[in-house]
């Protein structure tokens, strides 16, 4: 297997997998299906024709495990997610291994409006069953509580002291007496178009299941909503209006797209805090027209003047 010199582990991982020798080349990983590891192409019968070999540090084991834990559930009830044929630690390189299927599709590709208009009906619906899934017992993850989430966030803003994430926090606060959860499902916790693969209308791979929880869904779906809103409140719109009619529309949605707008907000002024002055200002360019964005989505829901 002259073809694995490159990726000692593979030869091994694909023994365990499939418990024979199983031949394996290397091929190119296409644009959002893998940032962690080396695609190839496996020959023999009975084996997929090509997988993806994801690689996590020790510090990210956590992150694999909640991938390998959901996908595997998911894959059993026919949504769209790779099949897992092997997890586990490496020795020799200390490292945590994932080898799941290579699904072919596009992805977003910097186009939010042309690739929205082509999958958001199945984007949205996707996101909706996910929600609406009967579990006799739930995928051992974490639960976040709502207000678990609210108060990291109020530690968050109040470090940073930006003045318009003060008071879009202020505007959460004034109004978090009204708001109770409710029952809690798995959450995807990064649903957005980067981390979906499409074929013509239909997505055929949900990835990004890093950050899975349970949780109540509008965590999934005032998260979407705003990534969406911060490019255009259209795509915002016509999101919750597919989702809804195959979910409902939830309740008191505008207070979690808020929260959520919030959370994004105050991760990229986190990062922005970290850089030194020229890094900075790069930074606040390419992220401009993101944050002005959703700043023009939490206006959208609130009496807030934040431009």
Partial sequence: MGHQSSDSDVSHVLWLAFGRRVSAHPIPVEAGTSDRGLAYALGGPGVPPRV???????????????????????HERRFPVPNVYYFGWSYQTRSVLLLLDYIDGRGF???PHAFFARVGDDFARLLAE??????PRLPDLPVTPFFYALREITLMVRRLETPQLQDILDWLLIHRERMYEIPHTLVHGNYMLHNVLADRT??????????????????DVGYTSAQLGAYDL??????????????????DLAYWEVFSALRL?????????????????RFLAQVGPAWNGLLLFVESRT???LL
Avoid at 54 to 74: D, H, I, N
Avoid at 209 to 218: G, Q
Avoid at 234 to 246: D, G, N, P, R, T
Wanted: charged share 20%; hydrophobic share 40%; aromatic share 10%.
């Fill in 52 to 74: 993806v070999l994801r690689r996590y540090t020790p510090r990210q084991q956590t992150q694999a495990y909640r991938e390998f834990l959901v996908m595997s559930a998911l």
């Fill in 109 to 111: 590709e910097g186009q």
């Fill in 130 to 135: 996910l929600h609406q899934m009967h579990w």
């Fill in 202 to 219: 239909e997505i055929v791979a949900v990835h990004g299941w890093e950050t899975a929880v349970i949780a109540d869904p509008r965590f």
């Fill in 234 to 251: 259209e795509l915002s719109k016509q999101f919750v209006a597919i989702y809804s009619e195959v979910a409902g529309t939830p309740p």
């Fill in 265 to 281: 907000l105050s991760r990229v002024a986190q990062t922005l805090s970290t850089l030194p002055t020229l890094q900075r200002q």
């Fill in 303 to 305: 009496d807030l003047k």
